[in-house]
């Protein structure tokens, strides 16, 4: 079975990226302090018990961002006559025009701010050209947007 590829820009890589290198020397510093503190017997149980917990968060992030980095397909610049990663998507909804970034699931979690490719709007959009007329299920009930249009994602968002 293929690996599953996750698209990110290259804005998002490298946010991730240096994310990973950030944590792998937490994670260094983490696994010292635990070592120190084997050696002093004047550190309680809970102390260990903390630091071994935090070393397993640790780790469980940098496994999951070495394995989107590892997979990542980067995007330079997307595609601006359909909708697609990378991009920045004007839409009306009834009277109210808004603006916002589509962007991967990875890119979310680590806080950049966009919606979800995988997201219900994410979903919905993806694909469809300026003028299109696109209803979208959400949580709140069915909306439909009209897409104004489709650009990348300026370099400084």
């Known amino acids: 079975m293929a690996e599953e590829q996750t698209t990110l820009t290259q804005a998002g890589y490298d946010r991730l990226a240096n994310e990973l290198a950030n944590l792998q020397q937490e994670l260094r510093e ?15 149980d809970s102390a260990q018990y903390s630091l071994a917990t935090e070393r397993e968060r640790l780790q469980e992030r940098i496994d999951y961002l070495k394995h989107v980095l590892e997979t990542a397909q980067v995007i330079e610049r997307a595609e601006t006559d359909t909708v697609s990663v990378g ?11 808004f603006s ?14 966009g919606i979800s490719n995988e997201s219900p709007v994410g979903k919905a959009l993806i694909g469809h050209k300026v003028g299109d007329k696109v209803k979208v299920e959400t949580p709140d009930g ?3 947007y ?6 990348n994602i300026p370099d400084n968002d």
Not at 100 to 113: C, D, M, P, T
């Open 142 to 144: 069915i909306v439909q």
């Open 146 to 151: 009209t897409i104004r249009s489709i650009e």
């Open 100 to 113: 916002f970034n589509l962007i991967s699931q990875a890119e979310v979690i680590n806080g950049q701010r």
């Open 30 to 44: 983490v696994i010292e302090e635990l070592g120190d503190t084997h050696d002093d017997e004047g550190v309680g």
């Open 87 to 97: 991009n920045r998507i004007t839409v009306l909804e009834g009277d109210e025009e």
